[in-house]
Nanobody, 125 residues
């Protein structure tokens, strides 16, 4: 498995931007597809974005298209989620996850290989 640690969360006003990072350690990061998920208070965890092992393929939840961009730097063993035009409804704990399968990430399989502990994003109105 690969160990993951998110950072970059915080408090931002509506319309603002944040960039989340997901630092990996352990096994070779480039062997894993990566994804971002979020969970708001009282709601189930939902899929945000996925990126393939090499970074050439990405996939987004409909509500994030055009506002969020997922990327990765395999040399730095780090994934990123750039979030623009943030809305109060984007408030949630954001998690990164890794799995050998891009499809499993995109489908938010219940048993993905690795999860981070999450970082809080709060968007004020």
């Amino acid at each position: 498995q690969v160990q993951l640690a998110e950072s970059g969360g915080g408090l931002v006003q509506a319309g603002g931007s944040l960039r989340l990072s997901c630092a990996a350690s352990g096994r070779t990061f480039s062997n894993y597809a990566m994804g971002w998920f979020r969970q708001a208070p009282g709601k189930e965890r939902e899929f945000v974005a996925a990126i393939s092992r090499g970074g050439s393929t990405t996939y987004y939840a409909d509500s994030m298209k055009g506002r969020f961009t997922v990327s990765r730097d395999n040399a730095k063993k780090t994934g990123y989620l750039q979030m623009n035009s943030l809305k109060p409804e984007d408030t949630a704990v954001y998690y990164c996850a890794a799995d050998v399968s891009f499809t499993r990430i995109r489908n938010m399989a219940p048993d993905l290989d690795s999860w981070g502990l999450g970082t809080q994003v709060t968007v004020s109105s």
